[in-house]
T-cell receptor, first 111, second 117 residues
């Protein structure tokens, strides 16, 4: 089955700096890669996703890059703000429809 | 927010007792999932459903069963709760494929915190 590894497990940055979270996956059939943000006491919420036919996608301060050859994808957050503090999860899914999640990254943005 | 309601939000139960968690959606989505979240393990799939009365196992299904008798409700049952099932349980839904694409995101409920003593 699919295996997704996510690094780092914790990340602390100063407000205004950039944050990068990286994930690798094992199943070459995976073709959809979402990123979720989870705030305390709530369920994860989609923040951005990328399909396998695209190498990069950007939405304001958030961007995701995908390298299918190397089987890794990354989340980039620029100009971080305290409200970006949360747990972030990457996931990979193939056409079989089941998502496999990374173990999560706890991001702390210090004001 | 997607219309997903999980109940109860918190539950404390004793080892050996049966427990049922409920997930209710108002989106008429085809796919429903149960995940558990534990520190250091991210989200792990327990069971999922691809239609009424159509369910399948995930990676950590032992000790759990599910039922889906209506599109809107997906129940997760712990037949005899154990301390290892202490966790936060999340329900998620997903719309069907569009244009042949499987690439639609999951929408999660706010979770049920279950403690087995």
């Amino acid at each position: 089955g699919e295996n997704v590894e996510q690094h780092p497990s914790t990340l602390s940055v100063q407000e205004g700096d950039s944050a990068v979270i990286k994930c690798t996956y094992s199943d070459s059939a995976s073709n959809y890669f979402p990123w979720y943000k989870q705030e305390l006491g709530k369920g994860p919420q989609l923040i951005i996703d990328i399909r396998s036919n695209v190498g990069e996608k950007k939405d304001q301060r958030i961007a995701v890059t995908l390298n299918k050859t190397a089987k890794h994808f990354s989340l980039h957050i620029t100009e971080t703000q305290p409200e970006d503090s949360a747990v972030y999860f990457c996931a990979a899914r193939s056409n079989a429809g089941k998502s496999t999640f990374g173990d999560g990254t706890t991001l702390t943005v210090k004001p | 927010d997607a219309g997903i309601t999980q109940s109860p939000r918190h539950k404390v139960t004793e080892t050996g007792t049966p427990v049922t968690l409920r997930c209710h959606q108002t989106e008429n989505h085809r796919y429903m999932y149960w995940y558990r979240q534990d520190p250091g393990h991210g989200l792990r799939l327990i069971h999922y459903s691809y239609g009424v009365k159509d369910t399948d196992k995930g990676e950590v299904s032992d000790g759990y069963s599910v039922s889906r008798s209506k599109t809107e409700d997906f129940l997760l049952t712990l037949e005899s709760a154990t301390s290892s099932q202490t966790s936060v349980y999340f329900c998620a839904i997903r719309g069907g494929e569009t244009g042949g694409s499987y690439n639609s995101p999951l929408h999660f409920g706010n979770g049920t915190r279950l403690t087995v003593t």
